[in-house]
């Protein structure tokens, strides 16, 4: 190993979480070196398609959260909005109706204060049944764990994750006016000012021990050596393929999937519209966001759960067709028949606990990063926060215990 590999943190994957981790450790003062098999940003890319900018799928940043924190740690800039909620309506049988006033007023209190901690061990599934006493206070709380978690089968999803989601959305979201691929330029360029190299088209093939270090072989038979590895690969099972040992998960859970139907509309767009009976959701994220050319606008249609893909496609343009779109307005339009929200839904008995820890006591100086590592975040707060401690560590910097703590 050369004299200045001794110190070079390899990260395998450029999407938020490889990135973040690659920021963190070249702000570290290590040298830092990313390779990605494709172009950077993974599932935080928007792309283009007739002048209309898509995110894959409808993406929102939390407030307040961990990668709010985060960005403003990195001094990324993210210009964004609130969702527009002024006309919001819901589709209840098929029909649009107007949202429940009455009936959400009853469910918040109750969600307000539940306690988190007493359902523990649980299923939400289980805690939506106990609010049971009026006809739709079930259906209600299913839809708006729905929309803060992007799940829809709450009999696998653990009770006090879904409680505390649901406080946490009080903070509210952000739609990024420039799309998400405004972060991946953001933290990439505070990567590359910090002296990383990113290397696109560049796939990783395996990780070894060598003496004092590793070694990242790469597809094309090139070999870096490394003091630290950052695997942000994307699933756990191109993490599993990667590594030098079996790490000894046990069962992680399923991945948490969507269908997705992107829309780029000329004339009047719906602001929102959430199915209350059916796991089907609309909303528009430009205007005000800077995603469509004058005058025109961005919508996403969603199905939480991808089944078929050309049953979910009809689906979603059935869904977009009672929210009020036309086939006229429609001027540029993707269909993603199976998105993949986050890669593991944890179980109810351990919940976010029982995701895997960053660092890998099998093999010392090898990390993951990802939204199904560590215990704390999700989704794009989980990618991130278990990037910038991935970071960190490899790094051999001081990691402070940032994380928040759990909503009673």
Known sequence: MREHDKETVVVIGAGLAGLTAAATAARARRPVVVVEAHTAGGRARTDELSGYRFNQGPH???????????????????????????????????KLVGVPIGQLGSLVPKLLTASAA?????????????????RDLPDLARMLIRVTTYVTDLGRMPADFAISRLKAAR???????????????????????????????????????????????????????????????????????????????????PPVTAACLDLGLRGPHPSAVIGVDEPV??????????????????VHVMRYGARDAGLDRAELHQFAAVAGITNDQIVAERFLPVHVVTH?????????????????????????????????????????ASGQRAGLLAAGAPVEDRTYPRVA
């Open 60 to 94: 929102a940043l939390g407030r307040g959260g961990e990668a709010w924190r985060i960005l403003r740690d990195l001094g990324v800039a993210h210009r964004g909005h609130r969702p527009p909620l002024r006309g919001a309506r819901v589709v209840r049988e098929g």
């Open 118 to 134: 007493s359902w523990a061990g649980r299923s939400a599934e289980e805690w939506v049944e106990s609010l049971r006493g009026r």
């Open 171 to 253: 903070r509210g979201v952000s739609y990024l006016d420039e799309g998400f691929a405004s972060l991946v330029e953001g933290i990439s360029s505070v990567a590359s000012a910090a002296s990383a190299t990113i290397r696109t088209d560049q796939e990783a093939a395996g990780i070894n021990a060598v003496p004092g270090g590793w070694e990242v072989s790469l597809a094309g038979g090139e070999v870096l050596p490394a003091a630290a590895v950052v695997i942000a690969a994307g699933s756990p099972a191109a993490a599993r393929k990667l590594l030098p040992v079996d790490p000894g998960w046990p069962e992680l859970g």
């Open 281 to 298: 959701y609309l909303a528009c994220h430009c205007p005000p966001g800077a995603l469509a050319p004058a005058g025109g606008s961005v």
């Open 344 to 384: 593991v839904l944890p179980g109810p008995e351990d919940g976010l606990a029982g995701r895997p820890a960053v660092a890998l006591p099998r093999s010392p100086g090898v990390y993951l990063a990802g939204d199904w590592v560590g215990s704390s975040g999700w989704l794009s707060d989980a990618a991130m």
